[in-house]
Protein backbone atom coordinates (compact mmCIF):
# COMPACT_ATOMS: atom_id res chain seq x y z
CA UNK A 1 0.00 0.00 0.00
CA UNK A 2 1.28 3.37 -1.02
CA UNK A 3 1.78 6.09 1.10
CA UNK A 4 -0.66 8.37 -1.54
CA UNK A 5 -3.21 5.36 -1.46
CA UNK A 6 -2.80 5.65 2.48
CA UNK A 7 -3.20 8.88 3.34
CA UNK A 8 -5.93 9.99 0.89
CA UNK A 9 -7.47 13.13 2.60
CA UNK A 10 -6.96 16.42 1.46
CA UNK A 11 -8.01 19.65 3.05
CA UNK A 12 -11.26 19.94 1.03
CA UNK A 13 -11.93 16.53 2.31
CA UNK A 14 -11.37 17.17 5.86
CA UNK A 15 -13.14 20.60 6.12
CA UNK A 16 -16.03 18.34 4.65
CA UNK A 17 -15.74 15.99 7.15
CA UNK A 18 -15.78 18.45 10.25
CA UNK A 19 -18.34 20.07 8.41
CA UNK A 20 -20.17 17.12 7.54
CA UNK A 21 -19.85 15.39 10.77
CA UNK A 22 -21.22 18.19 12.39
CA UNK A 23 -24.11 19.43 10.94
CA UNK A 24 -26.07 16.32 10.81
CA UNK A 25 -30.30 15.51 11.99
CA UNK A 26 -29.51 17.64 15.35
CA UNK A 27 -29.51 21.67 13.34
CA UNK A 28 -33.07 20.32 12.05
CA UNK A 29 -34.02 20.17 15.73
CA UNK A 30 -31.38 22.66 17.48
CA UNK A 31 -33.79 26.03 17.28
CA UNK A 32 -36.48 23.96 19.09
CA UNK A 33 -34.09 22.50 21.86
CA UNK A 34 -32.89 26.59 22.58
CA UNK A 35 -35.83 28.45 21.97
CA UNK A 36 -36.69 27.65 25.80
CA UNK A 37 -34.23 29.86 26.74
CA UNK A 38 -35.19 32.38 25.08
CA UNK A 39 -32.78 35.30 24.09
CA UNK A 40 -30.28 33.83 26.31
CA UNK A 41 -29.26 31.26 23.43
CA UNK A 42 -27.46 34.21 22.06
CA UNK A 43 -24.34 34.49 24.19
CA UNK A 44 -25.14 30.96 24.81
CA UNK A 45 -23.80 30.55 21.18
CA UNK A 46 -21.12 32.76 21.55
CA UNK A 47 -19.56 31.45 24.35
CA UNK A 48 -19.77 28.00 22.66
CA UNK A 49 -18.42 29.05 19.55
CA UNK A 50 -15.43 31.10 21.17
CA UNK A 51 -15.08 27.44 22.97
CA UNK A 52 -14.88 25.21 20.10
CA UNK A 53 -12.47 28.01 18.28
CA UNK A 54 -10.08 27.52 21.18
CA UNK A 55 -10.41 23.47 20.92
CA UNK A 56 -9.82 23.91 17.33
CA UNK A 57 -6.92 25.52 18.33
CA UNK A 58 -5.44 22.80 20.41
CA UNK A 59 -5.81 20.20 17.84
CA UNK A 60 -4.26 22.21 15.50
CA UNK A 61 -1.25 23.12 17.68
CA UNK A 62 -0.70 18.94 18.84
CA UNK A 63 -1.28 17.94 14.77
CA UNK A 64 1.59 20.76 13.87
CA UNK A 65 3.35 19.31 17.15
CA UNK A 66 3.22 15.92 16.80
CA UNK A 67 2.40 15.04 12.55
CA UNK A 68 3.24 11.40 12.80
CA UNK A 69 0.98 10.39 15.85
CA UNK A 70 -1.93 8.33 15.64
CA UNK A 71 -4.06 11.28 16.38
CA UNK A 72 -5.64 12.24 19.57
CA UNK A 73 -4.78 8.38 20.93
CA UNK A 74 -1.00 9.39 20.66
CA UNK A 75 -1.75 12.69 21.78
CA UNK A 76 -3.19 11.65 25.18
CA UNK A 77 -0.90 8.78 25.46
CA UNK A 78 2.17 11.48 25.23
CA UNK A 79 0.65 13.50 28.57
CA UNK A 80 -0.85 10.76 30.43
CA UNK A 81 -0.32 7.39 29.45
CA UNK A 82 -2.32 4.55 28.17
CA UNK A 83 -4.78 3.93 30.39
CA UNK A 84 -5.93 7.34 30.32
CA UNK A 85 -5.63 7.59 26.71
CA UNK A 86 -7.54 4.38 26.42
CA UNK A 87 -10.48 5.50 28.50
CA UNK A 88 -10.82 8.98 27.23
CA UNK A 89 -10.92 6.88 23.60
CA UNK A 90 -12.76 4.80 24.81
CA UNK A 91 -15.96 6.53 25.56
CA UNK A 92 -15.79 8.50 22.39
CA UNK A 93 -15.67 5.26 20.47
CA UNK A 94 -18.94 3.92 22.01
CA UNK A 95 -20.34 7.35 21.48
CA UNK A 96 -19.81 7.22 18.06
CA UNK A 97 -21.62 3.66 16.88
CA UNK A 98 -24.56 4.67 18.96
CA UNK A 99 -24.73 8.39 17.34
CA UNK A 100 -24.98 6.05 14.38
CA UNK A 101 -27.62 4.48 15.59
CA UNK A 102 -29.52 7.33 16.51
CA UNK A 103 -28.86 9.20 13.02
CA UNK A 104 -30.13 6.50 11.27
CA UNK A 105 -33.42 6.31 13.25
CA UNK A 106 -33.81 10.57 12.74
CA UNK A 107 -33.36 9.65 9.19
CA UNK A 108 -36.11 7.28 8.90
CA UNK A 109 -38.46 9.79 10.94
CA UNK A 110 -37.68 12.14 7.96
CA UNK A 111 -38.41 9.33 5.61
CA UNK A 112 -42.03 9.28 7.02
CA UNK A 113 -42.70 12.49 5.00
CA UNK A 114 -41.81 11.54 1.99
CA UNK A 115 -42.63 7.94 2.28
CA UNK A 116 -45.87 7.17 4.17
CA UNK A 117 -45.55 4.08 3.01
CA UNK A 118 -42.79 2.81 5.26
CA UNK A 119 -45.15 2.97 8.42
CA UNK A 120 -47.64 0.32 6.94
CA UNK A 121 -45.84 -2.56 8.97
CA UNK A 122 -44.03 -2.35 12.11
CA UNK A 123 -40.68 -3.70 10.86
CA UNK A 124 -40.27 -1.27 8.18
CA UNK A 125 -38.80 1.72 10.12
CA UNK A 126 -36.25 -0.40 11.74
CA UNK A 127 -35.26 -2.48 8.55
CA UNK A 128 -34.39 0.41 6.57
CA UNK A 129 -32.28 2.40 9.59
CA UNK A 130 -30.60 -1.17 9.67
CA UNK A 131 -30.15 -1.30 5.78
CA UNK A 132 -28.87 3.03 5.54
CA UNK A 133 -26.34 1.39 8.54
CA UNK A 134 -24.69 -1.47 6.39
CA UNK A 135 -24.99 0.84 3.17
CA UNK A 136 -22.29 2.70 4.90
CA UNK A 137 -20.39 0.18 6.47
CA UNK A 138 -20.32 -0.93 2.37
CA UNK A 139 -19.57 2.22 1.07
CA UNK A 140 -16.30 2.52 3.43
CA UNK A 141 -15.32 -1.10 2.94
CA UNK A 142 -14.54 -0.04 -0.18
CA UNK A 143 -11.59 2.35 0.14
CA UNK A 144 -10.98 6.05 1.89
CA UNK A 145 -11.17 7.66 -1.66
CA UNK A 146 -14.70 6.18 -2.14
CA UNK A 147 -15.99 7.34 1.49
CA UNK A 148 -14.35 11.14 0.93
CA UNK A 149 -15.92 11.35 -2.05
CA UNK A 150 -19.30 10.34 -0.56
CA UNK A 151 -18.72 12.87 1.52
CA UNK A 152 -18.33 15.97 -0.34
CA UNK A 153 -21.17 15.43 -1.91
CA UNK A 154 -23.50 14.83 0.94
CA UNK A 155 -21.88 17.91 2.39
CA UNK A 156 -22.30 20.02 -0.36
CA UNK A 157 -25.85 19.21 -0.83
CA UNK A 158 -26.37 19.61 2.70
CA UNK A 159 -25.67 22.69 2.90
CA UNK A 160 -29.05 24.17 1.01
CA UNK A 161 -31.55 24.36 3.47
CA UNK A 162 -29.18 26.15 5.82
CA UNK A 163 -28.43 28.56 2.86
CA UNK A 164 -32.38 28.95 2.51
CA UNK A 165 -32.85 30.06 6.44
CA UNK A 166 -30.63 32.26 5.98
CA UNK A 167 -31.55 33.81 2.39
CA UNK A 168 -34.90 34.06 3.81
CA UNK A 169 -33.98 35.58 6.99
CA UNK A 170 -32.29 38.26 4.88
CA UNK A 171 -35.27 38.65 2.61
CA UNK A 172 -38.08 39.28 5.53
CA UNK A 173 -35.29 41.07 6.99
CA UNK A 174 -35.34 44.06 4.16
CA UNK A 175 -38.81 43.55 3.19
CA UNK A 176 -40.84 43.10 6.36
CA UNK A 177 -38.31 44.18 8.77
CA UNK A 178 -41.05 44.18 11.66
CA UNK A 179 -41.40 40.17 11.85
CA UNK A 180 -38.25 40.60 13.75
CA UNK A 181 -39.91 42.37 16.69
CA UNK A 182 -43.45 40.73 17.02
CA UNK A 183 -42.37 37.66 18.52
CA UNK A 184 -38.83 38.70 20.83
CA UNK A 185 -38.58 35.79 23.36
CA UNK A 186 -39.43 37.60 26.93
CA UNK A 187 -36.94 35.41 29.05
CA UNK A 188 -35.15 37.75 31.65
CA UNK A 189 -31.25 37.66 31.51
CA UNK A 190 -29.69 34.09 33.18
CA UNK A 191 -26.90 32.72 34.10
CA UNK A 192 -28.52 29.15 34.48
CA UNK A 193 -30.13 29.72 31.45
CA UNK A 194 -27.29 30.57 29.41
CA UNK A 195 -25.06 27.88 30.81
CA UNK A 196 -28.00 25.16 30.01
CA UNK A 197 -28.01 26.33 26.59
CA UNK A 198 -24.76 26.09 25.58
CA UNK A 199 -24.81 22.61 26.47
CA UNK A 200 -26.86 22.29 23.83
CA UNK A 201 -24.71 24.71 21.76
CA UNK A 202 -22.52 22.10 22.01
CA UNK A 203 -24.14 18.98 21.44
CA UNK A 204 -24.76 20.86 17.99
CA UNK A 205 -20.55 21.71 17.61
CA UNK A 206 -19.93 18.08 18.16
CA UNK A 207 -17.41 16.90 15.23
CA UNK A 208 -14.92 19.44 15.15
CA UNK A 209 -12.04 16.89 16.07
CA UNK A 210 -13.09 15.20 12.97
CA UNK A 211 -9.93 16.02 10.84
CA UNK A 212 -7.79 14.90 13.89
CA UNK A 213 -8.83 11.81 14.37
CA UNK A 214 -7.87 10.09 10.99
CA UNK A 215 -4.34 11.53 11.08
CA UNK A 216 -3.18 8.67 9.63
CA UNK A 217 -4.60 9.00 6.32
CA UNK A 218 -4.34 12.75 5.93
CA UNK A 219 -2.25 14.07 3.13
CA UNK A 220 0.20 16.37 5.00
CA UNK A 221 -1.07 16.35 8.37
CA UNK A 222 0.87 18.91 10.15
CA UNK A 223 -0.96 21.69 7.72
CA UNK A 224 -4.12 20.07 6.16
CA UNK A 225 -5.38 19.46 9.63
CA UNK A 226 -5.19 22.66 11.64
CA UNK A 227 -5.95 24.49 8.01
CA UNK A 228 -8.76 21.72 7.77
CA UNK A 229 -9.72 22.16 11.27
CA UNK A 230 -10.08 25.92 12.19
CA UNK A 231 -12.04 26.36 8.78
CA UNK A 232 -14.15 23.96 8.93
CA UNK A 233 -15.40 24.80 12.68
CA UNK A 234 -15.81 28.86 12.09
CA UNK A 235 -17.70 27.36 9.10
CA UNK A 236 -19.76 25.12 10.75
CA UNK A 237 -20.55 27.74 13.76
CA UNK A 238 -21.75 30.74 11.30
CA UNK A 239 -24.16 28.26 9.93
CA UNK A 240 -25.24 27.30 13.26
CA UNK A 241 -25.65 30.91 14.67
CA UNK A 242 -27.50 31.94 11.72
CA UNK A 243 -30.06 29.29 11.90
CA UNK A 244 -30.62 29.32 15.18
CA UNK A 245 -31.38 32.82 15.42
CA UNK A 246 -33.70 32.96 12.41
CA UNK A 247 -36.50 30.96 13.60
CA UNK A 248 -35.91 31.95 17.08
CA UNK A 249 -37.30 35.33 16.43
CA UNK A 250 -39.30 34.80 13.54
CA UNK A 251 -41.61 31.79 15.00
CA UNK A 252 -43.56 32.78 18.39
CA UNK A 253 -41.61 30.73 21.28
CA UNK A 254 -44.15 28.34 22.54
CA UNK A 255 -44.74 27.65 19.14
CA UNK A 256 -40.78 27.00 18.17
CA UNK A 257 -39.91 24.91 21.33
CA UNK A 258 -43.02 22.21 20.75
CA UNK A 259 -42.20 22.10 17.13
CA UNK A 260 -41.01 18.79 15.93
CA UNK A 261 -39.84 20.42 12.39
CA UNK A 262 -38.84 23.90 12.71
CA UNK A 263 -37.27 24.45 9.25
CA UNK A 264 -40.70 23.54 7.96
CA UNK A 265 -42.63 25.16 10.13
CA UNK A 266 -40.18 28.28 8.85
CA UNK A 267 -41.06 27.95 5.75
CA UNK A 268 -44.56 26.85 5.96
CA UNK A 269 -45.30 30.35 7.82
CA UNK A 270 -43.93 32.32 5.71
CA UNK A 271 -43.95 30.83 2.10
CA UNK A 272 -45.82 27.73 1.36
CA UNK A 273 -46.13 24.36 3.78
CA UNK A 274 -45.02 22.56 0.57
CA UNK A 275 -41.54 23.16 1.32
CA UNK A 276 -41.76 20.70 3.68
CA UNK A 277 -40.89 17.81 1.96
CA UNK A 278 -38.45 19.59 0.71
CA UNK A 279 -36.45 20.19 4.16
CA UNK A 280 -37.40 16.64 4.79
CA UNK A 281 -35.13 15.42 1.42
CA UNK A 282 -32.58 17.47 3.05
CA UNK A 283 -32.76 16.38 6.33
CA UNK A 284 -32.17 12.85 5.10
CA UNK A 285 -29.31 13.96 2.92
CA UNK A 286 -27.78 15.60 5.78
CA UNK A 287 -28.17 12.64 7.67
CA UNK A 288 -26.81 10.22 5.46
CA UNK A 289 -23.88 12.27 5.02
CA UNK A 290 -23.09 12.60 8.70
CA UNK A 291 -23.91 8.58 8.90
CA UNK A 292 -21.28 8.32 6.00
CA UNK A 293 -18.63 10.73 8.26
CA UNK A 294 -19.01 8.67 11.32
CA UNK A 295 -18.66 5.39 9.91
CA UNK A 296 -15.50 6.28 8.45
CA UNK A 297 -14.17 7.93 12.04
CA UNK A 298 -15.56 4.66 13.85
CA UNK A 299 -14.16 2.30 11.63
CA UNK A 300 -10.68 4.45 11.97
CA UNK A 301 -10.58 4.59 15.86
CA UNK A 302 -11.24 1.35 15.95
CA UNK A 303 -8.67 0.00 13.72
CA UNK A 304 -6.41 2.95 15.90
CA UNK A 305 -6.93 0.84 18.95
CA UNK A 306 -6.16 -2.42 17.61
CA UNK A 307 -2.88 -0.60 16.44
CA UNK A 308 -2.06 -0.03 19.63
CA UNK A 309 -2.66 -3.37 20.91
CA UNK A 310 -6.30 -2.36 23.03
CA UNK A 311 -8.18 -4.73 20.86
CA UNK A 312 -7.87 -7.91 18.89
CA UNK A 313 -5.04 -7.52 16.03
CA UNK A 314 -7.19 -8.31 12.97
CA UNK A 315 -9.53 -5.36 13.61
CA UNK A 316 -6.50 -3.51 12.42
CA UNK A 317 -6.07 -5.22 9.29
CA UNK A 318 -7.31 -3.68 5.95
CA UNK A 319 -8.58 -5.26 2.98
CA UNK A 320 -7.41 -4.72 -0.53
CA UNK A 321 -8.51 -1.16 -1.39
CA UNK A 322 -6.89 0.15 2.59
CA UNK A 323 -10.13 -0.21 4.87
CA UNK A 324 -10.34 -1.30 7.76
CA UNK A 325 -13.00 -4.24 7.23
CA UNK A 326 -13.46 -6.10 10.50
CA UNK A 327 -13.64 -2.71 12.26
CA UNK A 328 -16.39 -1.52 10.57
CA UNK A 329 -18.34 -4.74 10.73
CA UNK A 330 -17.72 -4.90 13.94
CA UNK A 331 -19.06 -1.19 14.87
CA UNK A 332 -22.19 -1.82 12.38
CA UNK A 333 -22.68 -4.89 14.86
CA UNK A 334 -22.90 -3.14 17.76
CA UNK A 335 -24.55 -0.01 16.69
CA UNK A 336 -27.11 -2.39 15.00
CA UNK A 337 -27.81 -3.79 18.22
CA UNK A 338 -28.37 -0.68 19.89
CA UNK A 339 -30.48 0.67 17.28
CA UNK A 340 -32.79 -2.67 17.89
CA UNK A 341 -32.98 -2.44 21.17
CA UNK A 342 -33.49 1.19 21.22
CA UNK A 343 -35.51 2.22 18.22
CA UNK A 344 -37.79 4.73 18.40
CA UNK A 345 -39.02 7.12 15.75
CA UNK A 346 -39.55 9.94 17.75
CA UNK A 347 -37.34 12.85 16.66
CA UNK A 348 -37.33 14.87 19.53
CA UNK A 349 -36.12 12.02 22.25
CA UNK A 350 -33.64 10.54 19.75
CA UNK A 351 -32.16 14.35 20.22
CA UNK A 352 -32.28 14.52 23.70
CA UNK A 353 -30.57 11.39 24.04
CA UNK A 354 -28.08 12.66 22.09
CA UNK A 355 -27.60 15.44 24.14
CA UNK A 356 -26.54 13.60 26.98
CA UNK A 357 -25.20 11.01 25.99
CA UNK A 358 -22.51 12.30 23.12
CA UNK A 359 -21.53 15.08 25.47
CA UNK A 360 -20.83 13.23 28.06
CA UNK A 361 -18.62 10.85 26.15
CA UNK A 362 -17.12 13.88 23.94
CA UNK A 363 -16.33 16.09 26.90
CA UNK A 364 -13.21 13.78 28.46
CA UNK A 365 -11.45 13.96 25.07
CA UNK A 366 -11.83 17.76 24.82
CA UNK A 367 -10.73 18.39 27.95
CA UNK A 368 -7.84 15.28 28.01
CA UNK A 369 -6.37 16.79 24.72
CA UNK A 370 -6.86 20.79 25.73
CA UNK A 371 -4.65 19.38 29.40
CA UNK A 372 -2.24 17.44 27.38
CA UNK A 373 -1.21 20.63 26.00
CA UNK A 374 -0.05 21.92 29.21
CA UNK A 375 0.94 18.87 30.85
CA UNK A 376 3.71 18.69 27.87
CA UNK A 377 4.68 22.18 28.12
CA UNK A 378 5.11 22.14 31.76
CA UNK A 379 7.16 19.04 30.91
CA UNK A 380 9.33 20.70 28.41
CA UNK A 381 8.67 18.22 26.13
CA UNK A 382 7.31 20.56 23.72
CA UNK A 383 10.70 23.07 23.55
CA UNK A 384 10.04 25.58 21.08
CA UNK A 385 8.02 28.35 22.55
CA UNK A 386 7.36 31.63 20.25
CA UNK A 387 4.05 33.68 19.41
CA UNK A 388 2.26 30.86 17.75
CA UNK A 389 2.71 28.25 21.04
CA UNK A 390 2.03 31.41 23.74
CA UNK A 391 -1.21 31.37 21.97
CA UNK A 392 -1.55 28.01 21.88
CA UNK A 393 -1.16 27.42 25.60
CA UNK A 394 -3.19 30.26 26.00
CA UNK A 395 -5.87 28.53 23.94
CA UNK A 396 -5.43 25.32 25.55
CA UNK A 397 -5.99 26.86 29.13
CA UNK A 398 -9.02 28.64 28.18
CA UNK A 399 -10.12 25.44 26.58
CA UNK A 400 -10.25 23.41 29.70
CA UNK A 401 -12.13 25.78 31.48
CA UNK A 402 -14.83 25.58 28.57
CA UNK A 403 -14.59 22.58 29.21
CA UNK A 404 -15.38 22.12 32.82
CA UNK A 405 -18.01 25.00 32.27
CA UNK A 406 -19.39 22.64 30.09
CA UNK A 407 -19.47 19.48 32.38
CA UNK A 408 -21.49 21.51 35.16
CA UNK A 409 -23.96 22.92 32.32
CA UNK A 410 -24.65 19.42 31.83
CA UNK A 411 -25.59 18.49 35.22
CA UNK A 412 -25.33 15.13 36.72
CA UNK A 413 -26.93 12.60 33.92
CA UNK A 414 -23.63 13.26 31.69
CA UNK A 415 -21.17 13.10 34.25
CA UNK A 416 -23.10 9.74 35.61
CA UNK A 417 -23.03 8.50 31.47
CA UNK A 418 -19.65 9.49 31.15
CA UNK A 419 -18.46 7.69 34.16
CA UNK A 420 -20.60 4.06 33.00
CA UNK A 421 -19.07 4.50 29.81
CA UNK A 422 -15.64 4.62 31.06
CA UNK A 423 -16.59 1.39 33.46
CA UNK A 424 -17.97 -0.53 30.27
CA UNK A 425 -13.96 -0.39 28.86
CA UNK A 426 -12.19 -1.66 31.99
CA UNK A 427 -13.13 -5.83 31.28
CA UNK A 428 -11.19 -4.93 27.26
CA UNK A 429 -8.36 -2.63 29.22
CA UNK A 430 -7.55 -5.80 31.39
CA UNK A 431 -7.31 -7.82 28.52
CA UNK A 432 -5.18 -5.66 26.42
CA UNK A 433 -2.79 -5.13 29.90
CA UNK A 434 -2.87 -8.86 30.29
CA UNK A 435 -1.92 -9.77 26.44
CA UNK A 436 0.59 -7.43 26.46
CA UNK A 437 2.53 -8.63 29.37
CA UNK A 438 1.91 -12.02 27.72
CA UNK A 439 4.00 -11.09 24.69
CA UNK A 440 6.40 -9.44 26.55
CA UNK A 441 6.64 -12.70 28.85
CA UNK A 442 7.25 -14.74 25.48
CA UNK A 443 9.64 -12.77 23.63
CA UNK A 444 11.80 -12.60 27.16
CA UNK A 445 15.19 -14.99 26.14
Not at 239 to 256: D, F, K, N
Not at 265 to 280: I, K, S
Request: proline share 7%; hydrophobic share 55%; aromatic share 12%.
Amino acid sequence: MTETATRALGFWTCTALIVGNTIGVGIFLTPAALAPYGLNAVPAWIITIVGCVLLAIVFSGLAQQYPADDGPYNYTQRAFGSGTSFYVLWCYWVSTWVTNATIATGVVGYLFILFPGLQSQPWLPPVTALSMLWLFVLINAMGIRTAAWMQMVTTVLKLLPQAGIIILGAWLLLVHPSVYVAHIPPNPASLHDILAGSTVALYSMLGIECAMMPAAKVINPSRTIPRATIVGTLVTALIYLCVSLVPMLLIPQAELSASNAPFSDLFGRYLDPQYGRWVALFVVVSGLGALNGWTLIVGDLTQAFARHGNFPKVLGEVNSRGAPLYAFVLTGIAASVTLVLSYNPSMAKVFTFLVNLVAAANLPLYLACSLAVLTLWRRGEITRIGPRQLVWFGAALLAAIYCIWSFIGAGREPLLWAVALAAMGIPFHLWSRMSHRRTLVRETP
